[in-house]
């Protein structure tokens, strides 16, 4: 079994933790949860069994990661970030898994709420307190309720500066091509 830290108060059912995981007060991790290496799950965290979690994964306090949700590498989920994984919710009644991914790299800031069915994109960044209710292209900057595209953002989480369809990262000098609503590297657009 990887060695990972489990705090003396978490519950952690799960035999697929990475090495090198944190999880901290009052977590539970359901058995069957994948989560990959070098995570952070904060207190009070609960994640089911059909979750699967990438590494370098961090998810802040009071988040509820429901089955059918993944997150891949190197994501970064806010403090109380709401997730859903039923479309119609009725007590007692039969339902559908309603699947949801958060690609790598992408930000969801605190208390924003994921509806389920939807992909975050790659490097995205979800403002706080944001309602998504629509799938989020990769780099894009979204907020408000519903949320809705304000700009893009580096891989780094700065917003981008337009110079015609070439955005040049203000903080690390990535330089990027925008079209429509795709962000690529601008090396990758010579190809």
Not at 66 to 81: H, S
């Amino acid at each position: 079994m990887a060695r990972f830290y489990k705090h003396p108060t978490a519950l952690v059912e799960s035999k697929q933790v990475g090495a090198g995981t944190r999880i901290w007060a009052f977590a539970h991790v359901l058995g069957g949860a994948i989560i990959g290496r070098h995570c952070n799950i904060g207190d009070h965290c609960y994640i089911e069994s059909d979750v699967r979690i990438g590494d370098a994964v961090t998810i802040k306090n009071g988040v509820a990661v429901w089955d059918g949700v993944t997150i891949e590498r190197g994501a970064f989920l806010g403090p109380n970030v709401a997730l859903t994984n039923d479309l119609r919710p009725r007590s007692g009644a039969p339902w559908t898994l309603a699947r949801t991914r958060i690609e790598e790299g992408a930000t969801i800031g605190a208390n924003a709420t994921v509806l389920c069915g939807h992909t975050v994109g790659a490097f995205a960044f979800v403002g706080a307190g944001a309602v998504v209710t629509a799938d989020v292209p990769p780099h894009a900057l979204v907020y408000g309720n519903p949320a809705r595209v304000h700009g893009y953002v580096c891989r780094c989480g700065e917003p981008l500066r337009r110079r015609g369809r070439t955005e040049a990262c203000p903080r690390c000098r990535r330089r990027s091509v925008t079209t429509g609503r795709r962000v690529r590297p601008a090396a990758q657009a010579r190809a």
